[in-house]
Structure formats: structure tokens, C-alpha cells
T-cell receptor, first 115, second 110 residues
Framework: ETGVTQSPTHLIKTRGQQVTLRCSSQSGHNTVSWYQQALGQGPQFIFQYYREEENGRGNFPPRFSGLQFPNYSSELNVNALELDDSALYLC??????????????FGEGSWLTVV | DQQVKQNSPSLSVQEGRISILNCDYTNSMFDYFLWYKKYPAEGPTFLISISSIKDKNEDGRFTVFLNKSAKHLSLHIVPSQPGDSAVYFCAAGGRQNFVFGPGTRLSVLP
């Protein structure tokens, strides 16, 4: 149990639709990162939020966007869904900026299938 | 361009023996490294970390070794147990995020 919770756990969307995934961070963690994990691959960094501001972004198009709220919970929004967006989306929280000596702790993930 | 590589997609080890999982990275700016274990249908579970100022960190059956000059780290599991069967990911910390390897599937045979 990492204390990071994600919802929904599974969902199916149609190509072109929009999706919102949600994450509650571990208590006391002010940084949240989102990763996409396709089958047979390692997690790929999408972006990181620190104190409600985006702080770093991976190689993902602008239709991937996010929000962090004052209570440090977070949302990942994906517009104009494509078939290749089908993946496990992982939220991870950390005490402070990830990658700078702060370990990240993952939730169970949200499985997105785009048909 | 893979910045973090795990060149063995799979590894089989007998129960009780040592499992050694390897990871190589290319970016010398990485200074913090993590290992995760992942079971099917679950999120990755943090195992152990190491900072670039150390060359070894130990936690129970898990030991991580870091060779900065070779840009190589390894995870040793001793003794291996059937419950250790999972996919193992190494991750290297940059300024704002972690870069993950593609994973190694470990099978511990009874």
C-alpha cells in the first residue's frame, strides 16, 4: 500500500473522445508525476506537477494535459483519443521534486482501452 | 534513444539462489536510481534506491550496486523466492523525472 489511489481502474473509450483520470497523492507529498506504460515497456514520463504548477514534461503532445489541486490531488486529461493511447496510466507521488533524490511511489494505475 | 537499458528481457533462477538483474544508463547527469517490482495488474512497487554518492545499498534480501564509471547498476536478490517472480524495472533520476528501463521478467523456480 503506497497511499496513492487512482480512479477509475479500468475504462474503455472511443477514438476521438476525451478522458479524465484522477489521482490522490500519498499524505504529505506535494509532487505528482504521471507516466504511461504500454504493454511490454517501462513507464514513460508524461509530466510532473509541483505545488499546482507543471514542472517538467516528457515527449507527449499537448492533448495530454494535467492539473494539480491545492490538496495535491491531480488529474490527467487526454483529448482526441487515439488507438495508441491505450495503456496503463500511472500516477506517482513524492515528497518533493521527483528525480532529485526523492523516491516516487506509484498507484495501481488506470487501464485505458481506446477502441 | 534508450537512456536506460535492461538488456535481459527475462531471467530464470532456482529458488534459494542469487538473482542478478542488470541495468545500464547513458546520461551521466542521472544521480538517483530506483528499482521497482511489478506484478500483473498492479502498479510498480518500490524496492530500493541508491544515490550516486554511494556504490552499494542493502535492504534485507535486496542489494543494489552502482558503478558510476561504467554507468551500470545491478540488483541482487539473495536468496531468491518464488514470490519474487515479477517484472523488475530500474529507473534513473534526472532533474525532473525518472527514466525507466523496459524491464526484466524474473522467474524464480521452486
Amino acid at each position: 500500500e503506497t497511499g496513492v489511489t487512482q480512479s477509475p481502474t479500468h475504462l474503455i473509450k472511443t477514438r476521438g473522445q476525451q478522458v479524465t483520470l484522477r489521482c490522490s497523492s500519498q499524505s504529505g507529498h506535494n509532487t505528482v508525476s504521471w507516466y504511461q506504460q504500454a504493454l511490454g515497456q517501462g513507464p514513460q514520463f508524461i509530466f510532473q506537477y509541483y505545488r499546482e504548477e507543471e514542472n517538467g514534461r516528457g515527449n507527449f503532445p499537448p492533448r495530454f494535459s494535467g492539473l494539480q489541486f491545492p490538496n495535491y490531488s491531480s488529474e490527467l486529461n487526454v483529448n482526441a483519443l487515439e488507438l495508441d493511447d491505450s495503456a496503463l496510466y500511472l500516477c506517482a507521488s513524492s515528497l518533493s521534486l521527483a528525480g532529485t533524490g526523492n523516491t516516487i511511489y506509484f498507484g495501481e494505475g488506470s487501464w485505458l482501452t481506446v477502441v | 534513444d534508450q537512456q536506460v537499458k535492461q538488456n535481459s528481457p527475462s531471467l530464470s533462477v532456482q529458488e534459494g539462489r542469487i538473482s542478478i538483474l542488470n541495468c545500464d544508463y547513458t546520461n551521466s547527469m542521472f544521480d538517483y536510481f530506483l528499482w521497482y517490482k511489478k506484478y500483473p495488474a498492479e502498479g510498480p512497487t518500490f524496492l530500493i534506491s541508491i544515490s550516486s554518492i554511494k556504490d552499494k545499498n542493502e535492504d534485507g534480501r535486496f542489494t543494489v550496486f552502482l558503478n558510476k564509471s561504467a554507468k551500470h547498476l545491478s540488483l541482487h536478490i539473495v536468496p531468491s523466492q518464488p514470490g519474487d517472480s515479477a517484472v523488475y524495472f530500474c529507473a534513473a533520476g534526472g532533474r525532473q523525472n525518472f527514466v525507466f528501463g523496459p524491464g526484466t521478467r524474473l522467474s524464480v523456480l521452486p
